[in-house]
């Protein structure tokens, strides 16, 4: 693995955004998304980075609001300009084509920045959220809690260092069901465990039901909840998978 070397984004909003980037094959560079409350330089985002760097080249980033950026969460919605600015990096430092691969709230960005922005090559998910407001579990619940409760983003700003934004959202975002359908014919991964304790298997099942082909739906039997969880036998997996998918897409368009 490439020691990451950290640099500044910034987003078309006027965001400063917290980035890495260990070099790799110019082939190919994977964006990595993290999730609520993480940072690509937290050691779960550094395993997952080094094992994605073993494939090509690797963008990490903080998301708005998030340990060294700037800006406050909006928790999915304008995180895709961020997306936007660490795809635009990669694209400046000579990488042909691009995976994002994104982990929960990072998975949710992933989805609508292909269906909304476009201009990658390939696009995995990890334990994301097909849809908004969803309440079912008792951890989500507590994140309802520290998004719409002042207490909350309190609690959060003071245990994890993030910032959410107080005004919420204003419009609604398009929610990432709605929009999946527009991704194809970028190639969409949609990876889940049925150990989730967030979000059952219907966001993957809802996810991948609104995405036109080419998508592939895989159900992990005894995997938990994104970044924490994630193996490196199955960020092997995701890796390679990409690394098809942007090679059968780049032929495609060619």
Do not use: K
Request: contains cysteine; aromatic residues 8%.
């Amino acid at each position: 693995m490439n020691e990451p070397e950290p640099f500044t984004l910034f987003t078309s909003d006027h965001v400063r955004i917290d980035a890495g980037h260990a070099p790799g094959d110019r082939a190919l560079c994977f964006v990595l998304v993290h999730g609520f409350t993480c940072s690509w330089r937290q050691p779960a985002l550094r395993r997952i980075s080094g094992v994605l760097n073993r494939y090509g080249g690797v963008v990490a980033f903080d998301l708005r609001g998030h340990g060294r950026s700037g800006g406050s969460s909006t928790v999915g919605d304008r995180e895709v300009l961020d997306l936007a600015a660490a795809v635009r990096a990669a694209r400046r430092r000579g990488y042909r084509r691009i995976a994002v691969v994104g982990f929960s709230l990072g998975g949710a960005v992933a989805v609508r920045h292909a269906a909304l922005v476009g201009g990658v090559d390939a696009v995995a998910t990890v334990s994301a959220p097909a849809r908004w407001y969803y309440r079912g579990t008792a951890p989500m619940r507590r994140v309802h809690w520290v998004i719409e409760r002042r207490a909350g983003r309190l609690a959060v700003r003071l245990a994890r260092g993030v910032r959410v934004a107080a005004a919420g959202w204003d419009p609604l975002p398009e929610a990432p069901h709605e929009v999946a359908g527009r991704i194809a014919p970028t190639p969409l991964l949609v990876v889940h465990g049925d150990a989730d304790a967030f979000f059952p298997l219907e966001h993957a099942h809802q996810l991948h039901d609104a995405a036109d082909e080419p998508r592939e739906l895989w159900i992990e039997p005894g995997f938990g909840h994104a970044e924490i969880a994630a193996t490196p036998q199955l960020v092997h997996r995701i890796a390679a998978w990409a690394t098809r998918a942007a090679t059968a897409e780049a032929a495609a368009t060619s």
